[in-house]
Nanobody, 125 residues
Framework: QVQLVESGGGLVQAGGSLRLSCATS????????MGWFRQAPGKEREFVAA??????????YYTDSVKGRFTISRDNAKNTVYLQMNSLKPEDTAIYYC????????????????WGQGTQVTVSS
C-alpha cells in the first residue's frame, strides 16, 4: 500500500519558519517528481513546489508567491521529501499536501497520482 505521510505543520508567527516532511512508503519515489500543494479555506488546492527525480541534475520549481522563501528538497535514502518554509506570512496559512508521480503539467493537481492526507500550517499575524 502506497502511503505519503506529511508532518511538521503547526502554528507559527509571521516571519517564522517551519519544515514540512513527507515520508513515503509502499514503493520507491526516487525516480519520480515529487511536489507540494496547499489549500486554504474556501480556495482551490494550488501548486507550491516540485522537485525532479534524482540521478540526473535536480531542478526545483516554485509558485511565484513562495520563491525565495520556500525550498523543496528530497532525501531518497530516507524516502522523504521536505519543504522548508521561511519568512512565513499569514497568507501561507493552509493545509499542505505532498504529492507523488506526476503525468503531465506538475502545476495541475489532476496530474498527480498519489497524495498525502495533509498537514495544517497556520501563520498568525
Amino acid at each position: 500500500q502506497v502511503q505519503l505521510v506529511e508532518s511538521g505543520g503547526g502554528l507559527v508567527q509571521a516571519g517564522g519558519s517551519l519544515r514540512l516532511s513527507c515520508a513515503t512508503s509502499g514503493r520507491s519515489f526516487s525516480s519520480d517528481v515529487m511536489g507540494w500543494f496547499r489549500q486554504a479555506p474556501g480556495k482551490e488546492r494550488e501548486f507550491v513546489a516540485a522537485i525532479t527525480r534524482s540521478g540526473i541534475r535536480t531542478f526545483s520549481y516554485y509558485t511565484d508567491s513562495v520563491k525565495g522563501r520556500f525550498t523543496i528538497s528530497r532525501d531518497n535514502a530516507k524516502n522523504t521529501v521536505y519543504l522548508q518554509m521561511n519568512s512565513l506570512k499569514p497568507e501561507d496559512t493552509a493545509i499542505y499536501y505532498c504529492a507523488g508521480e506526476v503525468v503531465g503539467n506538475y502545476v495541475y493537481m489532476t496530474s498527480w497520482h498519489y497524495w498525502g492526507q495533509g498537514t495544517q500550517v497556520t501563520v498568525s499575524s
